[in-house]
């Protein structure tokens, strides 16, 4: 893992339609993303969330979220404070969402385990 500092920006005003249904977005989150590759290099970059209300509902994390979005279309930024909490723990569950293996790792997991 890498030791610089973790920043994370979040994009409330206008975020992207989704990537994955084309719909209205409500949140945009850019957040640096390091991983290893195969032979041992750690690489730096950059991934890119939205919080999409059709595709991330379901998700304990995102529902929590979309909850609070919810409440009037927009934020109660008098609770400023669960926000944030909300986000990170929002963030960590995109962040720990493997891109490409994911299915396959969980279908392996389950396999080893005799769930299969
Ligand atoms: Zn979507």
Avoid: Y
């Amino acid at each position: 893992m890498s030791t610089h500092e973790e920043e994370t920006l979040l994009a409330l005003a206008d975020p992207p339609v989704c990537d994955r249904c084309s719909s209205m977005t409500l949140l945009l989150a850019q957040f640096p993303h390091s991983w290893t590759k195969a032979r041992g290099e750690d690489v730096n970059g950059v991934r890119e969330a939205v919080l999409c209300p059709a595709c991330d509902r379901g998700q304990p994390a995102a529902d929590k979220l979309l909850e609070l979005f919810a409440k009037d279309g927009k934020l109660d930024f008098a609770d400023v404070e669960t926000f944030a909490e909300l986000v990170a723990a929002w963030i960590d569950s995109v962040r720990h969402r493997p891109l490409d293996t994911a299915a396959l790792n969980n279908e392996h997991e389950r396999w080893r385990r005799g769930e299969l």
